[in-house]
């Protein structure tokens, strides 16, 4: 089996959701199921949500919000603009679109644009040029052929449109969410801080332990990067519509920039859409997808995600098999001189955490050290150790089911709950724990007996931080089980 160290999100549709399905995913490295709040109801959430926990309780869930999104309403039928065609948009929801009217879903659309202003309707497909704006409408000519079905996207690039971040169908799916305890919460087109604090609120208004990943899908998301990191769990670079709202020939710089912000923060970052978009359709990818997948990796990501290609794709399980096998290869070929720098932070405790889990990865390669080890009540160190991309696994032995799951978007970690009696029992949960550990990495192929490993522990208990670096053969902690003492004076 192949043990790649960065993650992989699968969507998965109500439609193709049972449990044998999601089983192959997982067995091929899938590690997040999404769901798209976009395109399923609370039925369809549910059986996906069952389907994936009667498989592993190690797959996160991961639910994704629609936000402040535009659409064109329902057509009566497909209809064909062709270039230089002169065209009536008007916000109306409950208007009937056709070739003479657009109607669209924001009532206030003319009163946020101006002449001159570009919009973009089924992803970029079809562009139109404002060229007259009053009150209640806008007067566009068309500026390239193209068909318009029902309820297209509609994006405006450069323009901030006041929608409010969160709408009800959010606000439905967020309390479903809470209801059966799912770990992540995307939230789509976050814009500042307060995007994401006003759904941190709805969360804590449920004492919901949720975590928020922002979706970053315009300039002003891009902007506001380093406060969305301040208070997101960690950000998706949605390359989707960020390319539609931002020149496409920026895309790699921003996916760079924002890569280098979460590791910065020590956070997460996921990289999303058409990584494998041939796969849709074909059995075998495009080399520019294979060598997009080694790029993310090579940039540092963290995680990668399918959407259409297990979704509804033709391919689904040689897809998360291809972005897998690509994984492996481009994790053992990466530069280390390109490693991102990851600077200490002001907070003390943190700083001691910083360096040890730098010293900890600097044996990696001074020491030949094959495994790090680690207990986790927050996940911190071992976000910590994962912000540094070492090329040896992290396993972190979590206190909770959820925070195993938590961790399966950092790059390189292993998380599994290991139940035992708590700060009470610290020698179980400190000695035993290890030596499990352990013999666990033997037993999957990760270490051979004579390998170091390290272990990053506290002499305070479950939340009093990181305070120690032990490095020692494997073998010997093996051999030696109760009478191996780490430094936090065990008996």
Known sequence: MMHKHTKIIATI????????????????????????????NEEGFIRIVENVRAVSNRIALLLDTKGPEIRTTIAEAPYELKTGDIVRVEGNPAGISSRECIYVSYRNLANDIKVGEDILIDDGEIGLKVIEAASDHLICSVQNDGVVGSRKS????????????????????????????????????????????????????????????????????????????????????????????????????????????????????????????????????????VTDIANAIFYRTDAMMLSGETAFGKYPVEAVRTMTKVSFEAEKTKLAENDIRVPYDLDEEQEVTVFLAKQAVKSETRLNTKAIITDSHTGRTARVLAAFRGPSPVYAMTTTDRLARELSLSYGVWAEHQPGRGMENTNESRRAYYVKAIQQLIDAGMINPEDRVAYLGGSFGETGGTTYLDISEAWKILEAKEKYNLPDYTL
């Open 13 to 40: 549709s109500d439609k193709r959701c049972d449990s044998s399905f999601i089983r192959q995913l997982f067995d091929e490295g899938m590690d997040v199921v999404r769901m798209n709040s976009a395109h399923i």
């Open 154 to 289: 509609v994006n405006i690039p450069g323009v901030r449109i006041n929608l409010p971040t969160i709408t009800d169908r959010d606000r439905e799916f967020i309390a479903l969410a809470v209801k059966y305890d799912i770990d992540f919460i995307a939230h789509s087109f976050v814009r500042s801080k307060e995007d994401v604090l006003e759904v941190q609120q709805i969360l804590d208004s449920y004492n919901s332990p949720i975590k928020i990943i922002a979706k970053i899908e315009n300039q002003e998301g891009v902007d506001n990067a380093d406060e969305i990191l301040d208070v997101a769990y960690g950000i998706m670079v949605a390359r989707g519509d960020l390319g539609i709202e931002v020149p496409q020939e920026k895309i790699p710089g921003i996916q760079r920039v924002l890569i280098r912000k979460a590791i910065h923060h020590k956070k997460p970052v996921i990289v999303a859409t058409q990584m494998l978009q041939s796969m849709i359709e074909n059995p075998r990818p495009t080399r520019a997808e």
